[in-house]
């Protein structure tokens, strides 16, 4: 059953609602599920020269969510040092974006042997569900390699997980992980990160699972805009020229 009060993102069924895990990163996971970071530190998870090869399932999106999607990519192209390149013949290792009705998700970061990697936006009209232009963002950058920001390692800090709240059989999706594992990059806790799931996460009777400890200015869960912040933790995971100064 869905939760009407959460971002759509979170109804898919996936790890953490909407990511998809190679058997690998499910392993480490488990082994390590006590507490952690934001970006994935394993080697081969960034996209090789900062550029992120990708293309259009066939016939999955009509003109005008191809162009929101393609408004999302050069978003983030202004904001960082990545690079987006449609695919060619000789690719083997990209993202296909496709429109499944069963939610947002996409795969988590650059694994060569994956092959394809999976990005789904249910289709809906532009401005709408996973065509919110800071959801298809947030999409992204789980394909850059984040996890979501409720799952770093020091998190009790700053929000209080009600777990008589949570649908019973998905508290692992409020599991934090160890500095081992993810980054925080050096960058503060962000409640209105585009990577922050919303208060109703995952509930099963309408009541909060996310409760902020610290006052905050924005909306826990947001997915008008994309922070300064999210967009600095992209170009210093990749290194941008100037993401350290």
């Not at 960082?80 to 970061?109: H, M, N, P, Q, W």
């Amino acid at each position: 059953m869905t939760n009407p009060l959460a971002n759509p993102e979170e109804n898919s069924g996936k790890f953490q609602g909407d990511i998809i895990l190679d058997d690998f990163m499910i392993e480490i996971l488990l082994r390590q599920y006590a507490m952690g970071r934001n970006a994935y530190t394993w080697p081969n998870t960034k996209w090789p020269n900062n550029t992120v090869v990708w293309e259009f399932g066939e016939g999955e999106f009509d003109p005008r969510l191809q162009a929101t999607i393609e408004e999302a990519i050069e978003d983030i192209e202004k904001h960082t040092c990545l690079k987006f390149r449609y695919r060619e013949a000789g690719d083997t290792a990209f993202v296909r974006l496709t429109g499944k009705a069963d939610g947002c998700y996409a795969s988590i970061g650059y694994w060569e042997p994956r092959g394809v990697h999976e990005m789904n936006l249910a289709r809906d009209e532009p401005g709408v569900g996973c065509f919110r232009h800071a959801t298809i963002v947030h999409e992204w950058m789980h394909i850059l390699g984040f996890l979501h920001m409720h799952a770093t390692y020091n998190r009790d800090d700053y929000v209080k997980i009600i777990e008589e709240n949570i649908t019973p059989g998905l508290e692992h999706n409020f599991d934090s992980y160890t500095q081992d594992l993810i980054d925080n990059l050096g960058i503060e806790y962000d409640y209105v990160s585009c990577l922050h799931y919303g208060p109703y996460a995952f509930s099963r009777n309408g009541g909060k699972t996310i409760v902020a400890l610290k006052e905050h200015a924005g909306a826990m869960g947001q997915r008008l805009y994309v922070t300064s912040d999210d967009w600095l933790r992209i170009n210093r995971h990749y290194n941008c020229k100037g993401a350290w100064d």
